[in-house]
């Protein structure tokens, strides 16, 4: 017996080491480093936007300097989602601790209505809010930029324009990636233009694409600034063009069209501060509910991915994308009770009914009661520059190549945002997001989004730059990759790499990653009534990032599921 003690008091003993003995570090493995660089950093869905930004940096820009020649460039190298047609949302921290946010976002036209993409039958017409000229939103990404140079600039705006012209009129590589992606869509393309529109042709890996019809475009931006996309030569043949599609964007939609600065979303989880975007974008309420819901757990103790550490995670994103759907839309046309939401009475309630020994079915989870309240497709790149301001942008198109609509004249696609609006409260977005009220078409407003650009601090200092695209899942990707550094102490190449899993409420499903996932575990969480789906998804989220190492230097995350490069110095 006392042999029997001696070897379980020695297995014990060793248990304890193993967990007192975890690294306390921040560095990946070998294998898994990302970039590491001393002063500055861009991590994005293409080498040649990375690198452009780098350079302005390189000459003595900040980073929102690099933001503008990022943003552009890909534009230029990544029409998927990089775009003058679309929108985004921007968080920043500058070296001094300041922090604020910009919303791009596009807005619905003046002559929207609820009712919009209803058929002769009252339910939602796809068609209509996925594809062509009645799905497009006023673009608000050239308001952006404009708006960013304007308050943070020190660039001219001619020089950081120029490397992304240039990009234009030389031509980038198509890779691998690019060209399945441009095949893929090909079709919708040639339907809603013809086959003739640059990106509607051929193209085969190793392919150079030059647009100089875009590099033209961007040249009357640098000559004319902001007032040529909404006023000017550009706004006017983009008005005549989107009509000709059908759409009911207005030369007065572009005229009025204005960006807005707001306030992040900050919230504490355990010793780190995280700063995300606010509303319209649900990405920093939603990740805030999460992280607050999942906190008293303690992760690193169930393991990495564990089932444990699974379903705590699950059913924190289950109640919390269900306040989402109910809860939020525009600030400017909907009262939103952010701080109600992100409140710890609140929050302590709504993992009242969680077991480890069970689901919990999303048809008995409901949003939350408040008291007296009534009401995939995007690409994401993260700066930090040598002065230590960090930006984190989030922008997009909505689907791929978003309404598949061409403006061959001007070099770039219309984004389909319209469909992010409630077509109907209570059905389904094309990434199967429900929407309610506080989300109705209006003229004017903002449509809810799910884009989280998120910056970290730790101990008061700037730690970590990221986000993600990938429609619904952009949320629990970037919180996922927080995790995996805060909890599972990965260094943050290896924390973009790791799997990742998805729930969002309704469709009642965990969305594993293809083979990343051990059978036992999804076993495990099957018999306890979990719904298990693993397939490809176009949306699993392609997180970049940027991690402060101890020793101050940069570390990149850039995700290897897509064509995502870092560059630094």
């Known amino acids: 017996m006392k042999k029997i003690a001696l070897l379980f008091f020695l297995l014990i003993l060793q248990q304890s080491c193993k967990i007192s003995d975890k690294p306390t570090g921040t560095r990946s493995t070998a294998d898994e480093q990302g970039v590491v660089a001393e002063q500055a950093m861009v991590v994005s869905a293409r080498e040649e936007a990375s690198k452009i930004g780098v350079e302005i940096l390189r000459q003595g820009g900040n980073a929102f ?6 943003e552009m460039a890909l534009a230029v190298v990544y029409p998927y989602a990089g775009n003058l047609g679309g929108g985004g949302f921007m968080v920043y921290r500058l070296q001094d601790g300041d922090t604020g946010a910009l919303d791009y976002r596009e807005k619905a036209p003046l002559k929207a209505h609820r009712n919009m993409f209803l058929d002769s039958l ?3 017409d796809r068609e209509k809010s996925w594809f062509g000229g009645l799905a497009v939103g006023v673009p608000g990404t050239v308001a952006g930029i404009f708006a960013v140079h304007q308050k943070f600039g020190s660039m001219p705006i001619e020089e950081i324009l120029a490397p992304v012209i240039e990009l234009a009129e030389k031509g980038f590589v198509v890779t691998p990636k690019q060209a399945a992606s441009l095949q893929r869509h090909r079709e919708e393309i040639i339907k809603y233009n013809n086959d003739t529109v640059l990106f509607a042709r051929e193209h085969e890996p190793g392919d150079t694409i030059r647009n100089m019809a875009l590099a033209r475009t961007l040249s009357r931006l640098a000559v004319n600034g902001r007032e040529e996309f909404y006023s000017g030569e550009t706004a006017g043949k983009l008005v005549a063009f989107l009509q000709e599609n059908g759409s009911i964007i207005t030369p007065e939609d572009l005229a009025t069209y204005e960006a807005q600065w707001r306030k992040p979303v900050e919230f504490n989880y355990d010793d780190l501060k995280i700063i995300s975007m606010s509303p319209p974008s649900s990405g920093g309420i939603v990740m805030g509910q999460i992280m607050k819901m999942i906190e008293p757990f303690p992760l690193h103790k169930y393991g990495h991915n564990s089932v444990k550490a699974i379903q705590v995670i699950t059913e924190a994103e289950r109640r919390a994308y269900a306040d989402r759907s109910y809860f939020l839309g525009d600030p400017d046309f909907v009262d939103i009770p952010v701080e109600t939401l992100l409140g710890d009475k609140y929050i302590e309630t709504r993992m009242d009914n969680f077991s480890f020994e069970y689901a919990t079915p999303s048809s008995s989870i409901r949003h939350g009661s408040i008291p007296g309240y009534e009401s995939l497709e995007t690409t994401h790149y993260s700066i930090v520059d040598p002065q230590g301001n960090a930006v984190s942008v989030t922008t997009t198109l909505n689907g791929a190549y978003g309404s598949k609509l061409y403006a061959e004249e001007l070099g770039f696609f219309l984004n389909n945002e319209m469909d992010d609006f409630s077509a109907k409260p209570g059905v389904p977005n094309m990434f199967g997001l429900i929407g309610a009220e506080a989300n109705a078409i209006e003229p004017q407003k903002r449509m809810l989004s799910s884009m989280t650009p998120t910056i970290v601090e730790k101990e008061g200092e700037l730690w970590m730059v990221l986000g993600s695209p990938g429609g619904s899942t ?3 990707s970037v919180l996922q990759t927080i995790l995996n550094v805060a909890e599972f102490e990965m260094g943050m190449q290896q924390a973009v790499n790791a799997p ?12 594993f990653e293809p ?12 018999k306890k009534g979990y719904k298990i789906t693993v397939g490809e998804s176009t949306i699993l989220g392609k997180v970049d990032a940027i991690l402060v190492l101890p020793n101050g230097k940069l570390e990149a995350g850039a995700d290897p599921r897509g064509d995502d490069a870092a560059a630094g110095f």
């Open 515 to 526: 083979d990343s996932f051990d059978d036992g575990t999804l076993n495990a969480l099957s």
């Open 122 to 124: 009252g339910e939602p």
């Open 474 to 476: 952009i949320i629990t």
């Open 65 to 70: 300097d690099a933001m503008v020649a990022t």
């Open 500 to 511: 990742r899993f998805h729930h969002q409420w309704l469709p009642d499903e965990v969305r």
